[in-house]
């Protein structure tokens, strides 16, 4: 069974939970209920199934300059600055634009002459061919983008490619060393339509990708590279109406679904992230059926397994969730937490 099929049962939280996702994702709500479950539910979701593999040592910062809270925001490493870069996100009915880096240590606001306009869901990763960082799509007041941008390590240039993706929201994007591309899948746009095409960003200009078989359309799909198989790794994901639980691997041409004898909950709206510590990928949080868990997950290869958890952040979605290789730590960032944004800043280590 590859999902969860959603149902309002409780009723609670049911208001706020459907204006943020609104807000968020402007069309989420459209043909099916939303993630509605009781306070209890939500406390519980943290046991959901699965043996142990080792421990994740969270560390929590307390700043004085941080970037305010919010959720959606885009997270990711720029090796030529050695920092992670965050952008936008939303909260308190409005989209953000401001550009932050994190020193390993602490929050410093950058102040570039150009960048993308305020907005929520964008995707965002490194590109090795350009050296830059790619920025594509997100949501804004106004609706769903489909721009492009580069983060020069000092500004943001918008890019004119003949072809790009329809406009959407929470695509889940990262690099394929093999085909020396940024692949991106998925997402929702205009009328609560989710896609399930795959574009690859080559340096220059975006190409579909015509493959023979493909995951269902979903927004919100944890998606990474395996530098260890060697093949891009999507799990999870929302389609309006019913989270998914199915791994996939896309090779470069086309996708296939595998069976692993264990996997976490349907879920959806979190990251995956590849963790040379422990030589798997890794995401923490996310929405599943029973709410929003507090529960970290690793993907070998073959087969997931939950981790062990050290004074761990609260459960969450929306989740800012990158790897530093600066300081070989996991950095996590803000999201969305019952009824209100978040934004605390931790840090993992493998134990």
């Known amino acids: 069974m590859d999902g969860v099929t959603l149902t309002d049962n409780s009723g609670r939280h049911w208001l706020s939970r459907a204006l943020f996702v609104a807000l968020i994702f402007c069309s989420l709500s459209v043909g099916g209920t939303i993630f509605a479950s009781s306070t209890s539910q939500r406390a519980g979701a943290s046991t959901l199934g699965g043996s142990a593999l ?42 953000l634009a401001d550009t932050w880096e994190w020193t390993g240590r602490a929050w410093r606001r950058l102040h570039p002459v150009s960048h993308p306009s305020s907005r929520s869901g964008a995707a965002l990763a490194y590109d090795p061919a350009s050296r830059q960082l790619v920025l594509f ?7 769903y983008l489909a721009d492009t941008w580069e983060w020069t390590g000092s500004d943001w240039v918008k890019l004119a490619p003949v072809a790009a993706p329809s406009v959407r929201s929470g695509s889940a994007l990262t690099y394929d060393p093999s085909t020396k591309t940024l692949v991106l899948f998925g997402g929702i746009s205009s009328l609560g339509q989710v896609t399930s095409d795959t574009w ?47 791994t996939w691997e896309f090779d470069g041409a086309s996708w296939a679904r595998v069976h692993p004898k264990h996997s976490p909950p349907a879920l959806a709206f979190s990251q995956l992230i590849a963790f040379p510590g422990l030589r798997n990928l890794i995401f923490f949080g996310g929405e599943s059926a029973a709410g929003q868990i507090r529960a970290a997950w690793a993907w070998n290869g073959l087969t997931w397994r939950r981790l062990r958890l050290s004074r761990s952040p609260a459960a969450r979605e929306f989740a800012a969730f990158a790897f530093d290789p600066a300081t070989s730590q996991l950095v996590l960032f803000g999201g969305f937490r019952a009824n209100h944004s978040l934004g605390d800043t931790w840090t993992a280590s493998i134990g």
Do not use: C
Request: aromatic content about 14%; hydrophobic content about 35%; proline content about 5%.
């Open 54 to 95: 080792g421990s994740l040592h969270w560390k929590h910062w307390s700043t004085r300059f941080a970037p305010s809270s919010r959720s959606g925001a885009a997270l990711a490493y720029d090796p030529l600055s050695s920092q992670l870069i965050l952008f936008g996100g939303f909260n308190h009915g409005h989209y």
């Open 137 to 143: 799509g997100g949501v804004d007041k106004a609706g």
């Open 200 to 246: 690859e960003w080559n340096g220059s200009g975006w190409l579909r990708i015509a493959t023979p078989s493909a995951p269902s359309a979903r927004v919100g799909g944890l998606l990474a590279y395996d530098p260890y198989t060697k093949v891009v790794v999507l799990f999870g994901g929302y389609n309006t109406q019913k989270l998914f639980r199915g």
